[in-house]
């Protein structure tokens, strides 16, 4: 394959990876609701309980049995006495007399014998004693039932659901303390080349800061998992051999940045070749920034080499990486769109290479008449900034040419 002999296209390579990726989560862990926001639920939770327990108002005013309200009018307003009055925080033991009501706020737990809750303004209080309710009411009208919201046992997530911050307040409403998730993917990364210094040293000539294995290990972050970076290979394959094997026994994938392009002194294909079968199964897709990547799998362990571009390598990570991870962690596939998408006039032309799959990125702003307008932002793969500039990419398909101004594209935004 050194010779890139073996492109394949983007769904060739797509349909490669999903053949070949490893059984689903790798492990389970239990762990406080406070901790689990954007994991994935490890088994079906189901409701240990009602939620509310107890019927509810909805409404500040009056606990009553409705039918002592039939008929009520503004002329004819039905006269009830107030006889207590539900304390927020209290559960009322006893509740009003027929012909009687308690006052009530909102939150408040409905009284023994009481069925629904005038609203404060349907009434006129004659006294501290008494009111008139000029609307009558329904039994259940402006109450919630015990088990309204959720009945013991009804299922409140699936196996598989990313936990959102509205999810654990469910789960704290119904009493549940913690909570079994996947555990997080652990990703290895790798930098190589000799030219590459730490981000956090001033490159002599002819060196360039590590720009790749800081923005991959925030593209993991982004997406659950957790980023264990190995360092800088320099292009030396014993040394870049001892860092893959050794990141390939402790994680559920390792990228390789810069690893991907052929040339007498990248070594990454030769390394990734001998760390274990199946090995190696895409080394070039017809793509436009990330055509040279590495598709490989060891053993139960993925491995990618991606571009050393920047923008190449974070191209890569979206197309392959990213469902890679979301396969291990546990992400159950319900249908819905990954990404967050916008459709919008294309503002000039792009030509395309027939048969390639072209990214390119794009900046969206809004016209005066409000419609969203993209507006693509040209450069280099190399050229980080073009990613900071643009506010997500569109895609040329492949049997396309090119699109003309003036066309509705769909935006893929970023994270």
């Not at 390579?13 to 926001?37: N, Q």
């Not at 990364?189 to 040293?201: F, L, M, P, R």
């Not at 932002?377 to 101004?405: D, N, P, R």
Request: charged share 20%; net charge negative.
């Amino acid at each position: 394959m050194l010779g890139r002999t073996d492109t394949v296209s983007l769904k060739e390579a797509l349909l490669l990876l999903r053949r070949h990726l490893p059984d689903g989560p790798a492990g389970k862990v239990t762990i406080p609701i406070a901790e689990a926001l954007g994991r994935f639920c490890a088994a079906d939770i189901l409701s240990p309980e009602d939620l509310p327990p107890y019927p509810r108002s909805t409404m500040d005013g009056f606990a009553v049995r409705a039918r002592d309200t039939f008929g009520a009018s503004e002329k004819l307003p039905a006269y009830l006495e107030v006889s207590g009055e539900v304390f927020m925080g209290e559960f009322p033991e006893h509740g009003p007399a027929p012909g009687a009501c308690y006052h009530i706020a909102t939150g408040g737990i409905l009284p023994p014998g009481t069925d629904a809750v005038v609203m404060l303004e349907h009434t006129v209080a004659i006294d501290a004693n008494m009111i008139e309710v000029m609307q009558p009411v329904a039994a259940g009208a402006n109450i919630i039932t015990a088990g309204e919201d959720v009945a013991r046992g009804e299922p409140l997530l699936s196996a598989g659901h990313k936990l959102r911050p509205q999810d654990l307040g469910l789960l704290a409403g119904v009493g549940l303390q913690s909570i079994t998730v996947y555990r997080r993917v652990r990703v290895g990364i790798i930098s190589t080349g000799d030219e590459i210094v730490a981000h956090e040293q001033k490159p002599p000539p002819g060196k360039i800061r590590d720009m790749n294995s800081v923005s991959l290990a925030a593209q993991v972050r982004s997406l659950g998992a957790e980023p264990i970076f190995y360092g800088i290979a320099a292009d030396n394959k014993k040394n870049l051999s001892r860092m893959v094997h050794e990141a390939v026994t402790a994680n559920d994938i390792v990228l390789l940045s810069g690893s991907s392009s052929v040339g007498t002194r990248d070594l990454g294909e030769k390394v990734i070749a001998e760390m274990g079968s199946p090995g190696i199964l895409v080394h070039g897709v017809t793509v436009k920034p990330g055509k040279p990547v590495i598709i490989a799998r060891a053993g139960e362990t993925m491995i990618f080499g991606l571009p050393g571009h920047p923008v190449s390598a974070a191209v890569s990570f979206d197309l392959f990486v990213r469902p890679t991870i979301n396969h291990l962690s546990g992400l159950a596939e319900d249908g819905l769109p990954l990404h967050r998408t916008i459709w919008a006039r294309l503002r000039r032309n792009l030509s395309s290479a027939s048969g390639r799959t072209d990214f390119v990125r794009v900046q969206v702003k809004i016209s005066s008449d409000r419609e969203p307008e993209a507006y693509p932002v040209l450069g280099k793969s190399g050229a980080l900034s073009t990613m900071v500039k643009a506010h997500g990419y569109i895609e040329i398909a492949e049997k396309l040419q090119g699109l003309k101004e003036g066309e509705i594209v769909e935006v893929v935004l970023f994270d």
